[in-house]
C-alpha cells in the first residue's frame, strides 16, 4: 500500500533514537528534539494525526507510541517560515531575550498585516530584527495581545511556540498587568469603573457601542492623576480588564469624556477643542491612549518582567500646552490705595490689564447695558443727556437710601464678572494678566475659579485720604461713605497671597510693580516644576526583571 504524503511537504527532520530515549512516547520525543525550533507539542500531535510521521519506515498515526533504541525517526514537516516577509524598519526595542521582546509601538502603526494593510507592519520590520519569528506560521507570529494602530505603548511579542502558548495563558488568565494613560476632554471622577456590555453600533459600520442587548462584558477602570487648570483636558490611568475593541475610547466617551483626538467617538469635543486651542489640537492626531505600563510573568522562568513606557511627545506636549494658561492676578485694596496706579505701572510693562471701574464705565455709556438696566430700574432720571448714566445722580440715590447700593451691585456685578469672562478668553499668548477689582471679594469673585493669585495695594488711610482729595476732591464723608459698603482693609488684606505697600512715591510704586512681576513669574515657574514633577513618573521609560 503506498503512504499519503501532505502536498505541501517542505522540510524533512530525520532523527535516530538514542539508548537514553528509548521508551519515550513519540510525541514527546520529537517535541525535545525540535524544542530550539519553538514547535509546540500541540503542532506535532496534529502533524503525527496528519500522517507526517514514520517510526522504522513505517506511518505511525499515535503519539503515545513508545521509541525504540536506534529507530529511525521521519517527520515531513510543513514550512515553518512564516507568510511574513521580513522588513527593514523602525522598532524600539524595550526587554528582549531569547524567548521574548516587548516593544514600545508607535502610535499609527499596525501590529500585523489585515485587509488592505500587507506590509510595513510592526511584525514585518521585527521580523527582520528576530529571524526566528519566521518560524512561526501565518500572518500574526509570536503576537500575544494587540493593540490598535493609532495607540501607542508596549506590546509583548514571543520568539518561539512555547513562549507563545505560556504568554496566551498568562493573558488568558489576567496574569498580565497592563495599564493605560489616555488623555480625555474634560474632567472625570477621581476614579470610577465602567461595567457597560460592547458590540457594533447599529448606526455605525466602523463604530463600537454600549448596546442594551447582546453586546459583550467589558470592564474598565479608570484613576484621574492631573486635570488641566481650565478643567478641559484629564490625564487617566486606565486598566481593562476585558479586552474589546475600541474599549476604552468607547466606554470613556459614553461617561462623556471622550479621548482628546479621537474624532470617532468625540467628534464635538475635538472640533471644540481644534476651535479653542488650534495649536494644541494639531499635536492631537490621532487619539491619546498609550500602554505605558505592562508587567508579565516570564514565559520561562515564571518572573516579572516588569516595562514602563515614557508617554510619548506629542502627548506629553499637549499635556504641558494645556497645564499652562495665562496666570490669572486679581488686583484689590480700599479706595485710594494706588490699584490702578499699579494697574497702568504694570501696563507700561508689558502686562495685559483689565479694570471693573472701566468697564463699568463702558457699560454706564450711552446705549451700554448697564444704563438700560438702571434705567428699567430707577426710570429715565437716572440717565444724563446723552443717556448715560449719571454717576452723580446714581451716587446720590446709592447714598440717600440704605441698602439702595446693594441693589445697583446686584444688577451691575454680573454684567461685570461677564466681562471678565470674556477678558480671560482673550488673553492670547499673555504669560500674566492683571484684572483690577474693589470689591472682588465683596463680589464673591475670591474663588480659586477667577483667579490664581490675589494681590492687595495697601497704604495708610491718611495718605489715600490725602491723595483722593487732591486728585478726586472727595470729603472725608464721601470717602468713608464708600468704606462702609466694602469690607474692612484687614479682612481684605488677610485674603490675599501678595500685598503691595504704596504709601511712598510713584517712583516706588513702579520698583514695587517690579518686583511683583517677579514674584509672579517665580510663582508660574514653580507652578510648571510641580506638573513636571507630578506627572515624572509617566516621562520615564524601564524595564527590570524582578529577582
Ligand atoms: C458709585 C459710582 C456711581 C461712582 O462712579 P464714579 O465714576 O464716580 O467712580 P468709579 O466707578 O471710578 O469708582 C471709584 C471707586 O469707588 C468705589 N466704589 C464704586 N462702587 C462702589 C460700591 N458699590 N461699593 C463700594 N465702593 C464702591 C471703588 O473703590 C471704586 O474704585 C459707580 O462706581 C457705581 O455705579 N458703582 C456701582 C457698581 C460697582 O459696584 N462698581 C465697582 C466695581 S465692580
Ligand atoms: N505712590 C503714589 N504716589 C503718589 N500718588 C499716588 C500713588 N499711588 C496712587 N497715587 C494717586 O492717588 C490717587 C488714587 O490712586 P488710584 O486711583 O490708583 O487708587 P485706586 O485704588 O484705584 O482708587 P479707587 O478704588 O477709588 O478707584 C490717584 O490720583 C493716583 O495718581
Known sequence: MRHRVPNDVQEEHAFVVEAGEAGKRLDKFLSDRLADLGVSRSRISQWIRQERVRVAGALCLQGKTKVLNGQKVVL?????QSGIKPEVGPVEVVYSDPDVVVVNKAAGVTVHPG???ESGTLVHHLAALYPELARFDGERPGVVHRLDKDTSGLLTVALNESARLALTRSFARREVDKEYLTLVHGRPEAEGTVDHPLGRDPQSKIRMAVVPRGGKEALTRFKRVWTSPDGRVSLLR????TGRTHQIRVHMAYLGFPLVGDALYGPQAQAAFQRSRPLL???AKHHMLHAWRLAFPHPRSGRMVCCEQAMPKAMWRLVLGCGRRVQRVGLTGMPGCGKSALLSELSDRGVLTWSADQEVRALYAP???GADLLARRFGDEILDDSGGVDKKALLARMQSRPGLHREVEELIHPLVRH???????????FRLAVAEAPLLFEAGWSAAREFDVVVGVHCSRRVRRARLQASRGWSESMLSGLE???WTPRAKLSRCQFIVPNDEDRHMLARRAEMLMELLRRRRLRQ???LWQDLQVYRHSRAVLDP
Open 76 to 80: 515531513l514537516a510543513p514550512s515553518l
Open 115 to 117: 485587509t488592505g494593510c
Open 238 to 241: 486606565v486598566r481593562i480588564l
Open 281 to 283: 489640537a494639531r499635536l
Open 367 to 369: 446705549g451700554g447695558d
Open 419 to 429: 466681562r471678565l469672562e470674556a477678558f480671560w478668553t482673550q488673553t492670547g499668548n
Open 484 to 486: 462702609s459698603w466694602q
Open 528 to 530: 510648571i516644576r510641580s
